[in-house]
């Protein structure tokens, strides 16, 4: 118990897993391990962790540069990176000059879309085609030619008729204008 005690108080990880590994059976086996590890590799106390190292390098470095070295670094090295993004936007228009400008290249992105702005049913020159042919679409509430319900100009009347005429309930408008009846 004493043995674990001591190993749990060294201040080393190394050390500890040292005597640890060792198995030492009674006190001064565990300090003799301890003094051994000491020996071969020096005092503890002289060990340094390389993140002291790193953090006493940043202090050091910082001590050194004064404020204006450090402003005038900062502005060249944003005057480099300016000046190679300008360079690359240079670059990047002459290749758009000397690009075909098919629809797949580089160069089409300024060309306007020449279905833009033409609905979904209009995109293709094959659904042009299609709606300038005479339409045989049959409405299912009049029975007409040319239209689909959605759209029928008597459904729409009858919405009319109903919305104003709510207290009255819902008329058959189209047996009363002559419309055809079934199909």
């Known amino acids: 118990m004493v043995v674990?005690?001591?190993?749990?108080g060294l201040n080393n990880h190394e050390l500890k897993k040292h005597v640890q590994f060792h198995h030492p059976q009674t006190l001064s086996q565990a300090i003799a391990f301890a003094s051994e590890y000491e020996a071969f590799l020096g005092p503890v106390d002289k060990i340094v962790k390389p993140r002291e190292t790193f953090d006493?390098?940043?202090?050091?470095t910082l001590q050194a540069l004064t404020e204006s070295e450090q402003q005038n670094s900062e502005s060249k090295i944003l005057g480099q990176i300016s000046?190679?993004?300008d360079n690359?936007?240079?670059?990047?228009?002459?290749?758009?000059?000397?690009?075909?400008?098919?629809?797949?290249?580089?160069g089409s992105y300024n060309e306007p879309n020449k279905n833009e702005g033409q609905g979904f049913y209009n995109r293709s020159s094959q659904s042009q085609n299609r709606?300038?042919?005479?339409?045989?679409?049959?409405?299912?509430y009049c029975h007409e030619l040319g239209h689909i319900r959605t759209r029928c100009p008597y459904l729409n009347r009858e919405r009319e008729r109903n919305?104003?005429?709510?207290?009255?309930?819902?008329?058959?408008?189209?047996?009363?204008?002559?419309?055809k009846s079934g199909m």
Do not use: W
């Not at 990047?92 to 098919?102: A, G, H, K």
């Not at 919305?163 to 419309?179: A, I, K, M, T, V």
């Open 4 to 8: 674990d005690q001591y190993i749990h």
């Open 83 to 85: 000046q190679m993004i």
């Open 88 to 106: 690359k936007f240079k670059e990047y228009l002459n290749e758009n000059r000397t690009v075909d400008t098919s629809r797949n290249r580089i």
């Open 163 to 179: 919305y104003f005429d709510s207290n009255q309930g819902p008329r058959n408008s189209l047996n009363e204008e002559g419309l």
């Open 131 to 140: 709606f300038d042919r005479p339409r045989d679409i049959t409405c299912y």
């Open 56 to 60: 006493a390098h940043n202090i050091q």
